[in-house]
């Protein structure tokens, strides 16, 4: 699965385009063992599965022996966690800075709109964490799940607040609550990056259909009740 950066890359060689313009700033080059190591899990378990993906494809992929995993991870169990971890860090990253990087005062309907282009910008520009988290979480032990839980659950509350304060400004319906609101909305976010391809159009684009249709819904005008 080839995430928004590679994807982007694509676009840009078949417009003819240098494609630096095109490009978001690329995710760093990982610089330790450990971090090439849940790089190549997270590419591995976004492809193929947890279930199927072994620490000797982790290890051959990452560079390294497959015994020397062992001196940076308990095993296969500890590096999801971490790759896990990995994803809903990015995520909120990318919400934290869209919503902070609003003008002072900027009201409520403003922060859901760029906390919706945060979580989109995650998801894409790191997707082989994002793919893979989405792909393994129901997959992994209960243990790995328990390891990740408060990161997750973090995220979760940051979204939960957001909400909490549109439905307190009255910018969400009132007869559908937060917590059904936010998986809803946070499941549609996260499947773009199945399916996105910047070759339709600029992410600015992209991101702003979605808000679109996060607040408008697909339907015009409403039916006439006969």
């Known amino acids: 699965m080839k995430g928004a950066d590679d994807l982007l890359a694509d676009r840009a060689a078949a417009a003819g385009e240098p ?5 978001p700033a690329p995710a760093p080059t990982p610089d330790t063992t450990a971090e090439q190591i849940l790089a190549a899990a997270a590419r591995l378990f976004g ?3 947890f279930r199927a993906t072994t620490l000797r494809q982790i290890a051959e992929n990452a560079g390294i022996k497959a015994g020397s995993v062992y001196y940076h991870f308990d095993g296969k169990e500890e590096i999801a966690a971490r790759v896990l971890d990995a994803g ?20 409520a309907r403003a922060r859901l709109a760029a906390a919706v282009e945060g979580h989109l910008w995650g998801m894409l520009h790191h997707g082989d964490f994002t793919a893979a988290h989405i792909r393994i979480y129901r997959n992994v032990s209960d243990a790995a799940r328990a390891r990740h839980q408060p990161v997750r659950s973090a995220y979760t509350r940051l979204w939960d607040e957001l909400l909490s304060d549109c439905a307190a400004a009255g910018v969400l319906r009132r007869d559908i609550p937060v917590p059904m609101v936010r998986q809803f909305l ?8 199945d399916w996105y391809d910047p070759r339709r159009g600029p992410f600015e684009r992209f991101a702003a259909q979605i808000t679109a249709l996060v607040f408008d819904g697909i339907v015009t005008e409403p039916e006439l009740a006969h």
């Open 88 to 107: 809903i860090h990015a995520l909120t990253a990318a919400v934290r800075s869209h919503v902070d990087g609003l003008p002072a005062g900027s009201g």
């Open 186 to 193: 946070v499941g549609a976010l996260n499947w773009p990056v």
């Open 47 to 49: 492809r193929q599965g």
């Open 19 to 23: 494609g630096s313009a095109l490009r």
